[in-house]
């Protein structure tokens, strides 16, 4: 078992529960946090989700062996499946990060309402490294939360963010010693248990209404050139690399 589901005073958990991968997502996990988020949707007991990792890690990103196998090839594969249902969602979502959130384990946090996570906590998106694009609308969100500076550094150069620095862009909402990240979370959570639930979502829809649509034409126009780069030369060579544990040599690439 990969992802962990629960439902317990009206919160949702969902945890990523691959310790021995640092919680590298698979197809099959992408899958089934779609699943939770869709039954969290429409199970009228739940408040709010908390999404999570274990104590020591949030998300190492995608499977590598296994995102090669099975790319996000369309639009019904279920890397697309969970950002769109996760982008949807209308209940409100915690997520709790300790450790490293790498690629879409930093990625999808821009589509939670609450983030809160460990003073040790590193994040990092290197799509550029692997021959690709970023991924999930953080093209726009990034800039959107922390400037274009900070957000092209961090995209062009694939720089790690210290867990300051994420408090600073405004990717998450609070640092806390690394056993208090999922307490607090759920703390957070269950607050929303005591107020009225239409309120909560339709105070949500509003808050996101400004960009909606440019968000999904973000993850759009993301995911077709993430497919055609996916292809190229220079990924090829990146994943080799990464497969091959050596460091990349884009200079044998033709055409760079």
């Known amino acids: ?14 945890e990523l529960a691959r310790p021995e ?51 996000p090839s369309s639009e019904s594969s279920s890397t697309v499946r969970f950002m769109k249902t996760l982008a949807a969602q209308e209940k409100p979502v915690i997520a709790a990060v300790n450790g490293a959130a790498v690629g879409i384990g930093t990625t999808l946090l821009m589509h939670c309402d609450l983030v809160y996570c460990a003073d040790d906590a590193m994040f990092s998106m290197p ?6 694009c970023p991924e999930f609308a953080s093209s726009l969100l990034v800039p959107l939360s ?25 990717i998450v909402n609070r640092l806390v010693p690394p056993g208090e990240v999922l ?12 107020l009225p639930p239409v309120a909560v979502r339709e105070t949500k ?26 292809t190229s030369p220079e990924s090829k060579e990146a994943f080799n690399a990464f497969l091959e544990r050596r460091k990349p040599d884009f200079s044998r690439v033709a055409g760079t």
């Open 1 to 14: 078992m990969t992802i962990r589901t629960s439902v317990e005073d009206s919160v949702a958990c969902i």
């Open 21 to 71: 991968r640092k919680n590298a997502i698979t197809a099959q996990m992408y899958t089934d946090m779609a699943d939770a988020l869709e039954s969290a949707a429409h199970d009228a007991s739940v408040r709010a989700i908390v999404l999570h990792g274990n104590d020591a890690v949030f998300s190492a990103g995608n499977d590598i062996q296994d995102f090669l196998e099975r790319p």
């Open 127 to 132: 799509f550029v490294s692997l021959g690709l």
């Open 146 to 170: 922390a400037g274009y500076h900070k957000a092209a550094e961090k995209l062009l150069l694939g720089e790690p963010i210290s867990a300051e620095e994420a408090l600073e862009m405004g």
């Open 183 to 194: 307490p607090l979370a759920m703390r957070q959570a269950r607050r929303f248990q005591a």
């Open 205 to 230: 829809r509003l808050l996101k209404a400004g960009w909606r649509s440019a968000v999904q034409n973000a993850m759009t126009t993301e995911l077709e050139t993430f497919r055609r780069l996916l």
